[in-house]
């Protein structure tokens, strides 16, 4: 009998840890800033879909200006999101690294 139960609970934490992961999974791609900003968008729109930056930097290589954004953690780790403007204050670039890394290799964002 102990041996059943302790196969249901097995079960039932697998079954759990499974949804859990996929729960976390839907957040983090329905962040707006991940889903909702797209290249051509201005300075205006990106901060009514995603509100303020935790930073924004002048960038070098890449000219224009980058605004770094926490996202949905994943695996437990925090994600920085970048989202890059040009000088007329429209979006060029966006993805998943920091506005340093970005602009270090500006061919390289989602």
């Known amino acids: 009998m102990n041996k059943k139960m302790l196969i249901m609970v097995a079960t039932a934490v697998s079954v759990l840890a499974g ?3 996929y729960d976390r999974a839907a957040s983090y791609v329905k962040d707006p800033v ?11 729109q990106v901060r009514a879909i995603a509100g303020p930056p935790s930073s924004e930097i002048t960038l070098i290589h890449a000219k224009g200006t980058c605004q770094t954004y926490a996202v949905a953690p994943r695996d437990g780790k925090a994600q920085t999101y970048f989202v890059s403007l040009n000088d007329t204050g429209h979006v060029m670039n966006k993805g998943f690294q920091t506005c340093a890394d970005y602009d270090k290799d500006p061919q390289t964002g989602s």
């Open 34 to 44: 991940v889903s909702d900003v797209k290249v051509g968008m201005t300075r205006a």
């Open 19 to 21: 949804c859990q992961t």
